[in-house]
């Protein structure tokens, strides 16, 4: 039998399949829609006398039903709380594009691809979600460095030049940052990776940084540090905090014996666990 024939029919009727539960999805959505806020209900709730719903919340703005002009009459329905529970629902990102139906009890939304996050980039604050960032920095910030492969070499001026640099990498389709930071007070060079998930992590995520010249070598790895699903980078008092499993302090005067023309290369190494 022709594979090929057989799967194209099969896959028409995953789609249409899944069209017609999003269409179902939404049908329910609408049928429990409150007129005054325009989202679905949710507990608590009530129903006027001919069935139509509405927070309790925005029942306050109003005396009688807007649909019906009836009365409310019953409060949070077993059944109708019941169903409206179990409802799935759409993905909360969806007006930037995800296209994920959400199962009650399931926590895609905490990392979702989609979920805003602010740019990086000195000098730049503009929000996108997670999944675009990468094309931005390509089109808007090319001199950011750009890591997207499992063995690179970063060049950086570290020694003299800006205080915090976030280099964006995407690897494993996840984005992950490397954050190098100069602290003067305590005269070091500290240098860390941050991950951004994009969907739920099952894996651990380290890297291999080493620093090479002429026959000197200084070599560590690094665990990258998962973001949570909320936060879009870490703060400099938790940059402080974070232990050695996670970040490099290399003191002034040692980078110095690897610099050239006061440049700093080193390796990168990706790899999951
Ligand atoms: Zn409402
Ligand atoms: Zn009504
Ligand atoms: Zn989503
Ligand atoms: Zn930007």
Not at 97 to 102: F, N, Q, R
Request: some cysteine; aromatic content about 10%.
């Amino acid at each position: 039998m022709d594979v090929s024939s057989s799967a194209f029919p099969k896959k028409m009727e995953t789609n249409n399949y899944e069209k017609r539960f999003k269409t179902l999805v939404s049908a329910l959505h609408k049928n429990a829609e409150c007129p005054v806020c325009l989202e679905t209900v949710k507990p608590p709730f009530k129903l006027c006398v001919q069935g139509h719903s509405v927070c309790v919340e925005c029942m306050k703005k109003i005396d009688k039903c807007p649909l019906c002009q009836g009365k409310f009459v019953l409060e949070n329905p077993v059944c109708v709380k019941n169903i409206l529970e179990a409802l799935p629902h759409f993905c909360r990102y969806s007006d930037t594009g995800c296209e994920e139906v959400v199962e009650s009890g399931n926590d895609h939304e905490m990392f979702c691809g989609y979920r805003p996050i602010v740019c990086r980039s000195e000098g730049c604050s503009i929000k996108m979600p997670v999944v675009k960032i990468i094309d931005h920095y390509k089109s808007n910030h090319p001199e950011d460095v750009l890591v997207t492969k499992h063995e690179d070499k970063i060049c950086t001026k570290a020694l003299n030049n800006r205080k915090i640099e976030y280099i964006p990498v995407t690897l494993f389709n996840n984005l992950f940052w490397v954050v190098e930071v100069i602290d003067d007070t305590k005269n070091h060079f500290k240098i860390l990776f941050e991950a951004t998930p994009i969907g739920k992590l099952t894996q651990d995520y380290y890297v291999c940084v080493e620093l090479k010249k002429d026959k000197m070598v200084y070599a560590f790895t690094l665990k990258a540090k998962v973001l949570s699903s909320c936060e879009t980078k870490l703060k400099i008092d938790e940059l402080e905090d974070l232990d050695e499993e996670y970040c490099m302090r290399i003191p002034r005067k040692e980078l110095h014996r690897f610099s050239v023309n006061k440049i700093i290369a080193y390796s990168l190494n990706f790899f999951e666990m």
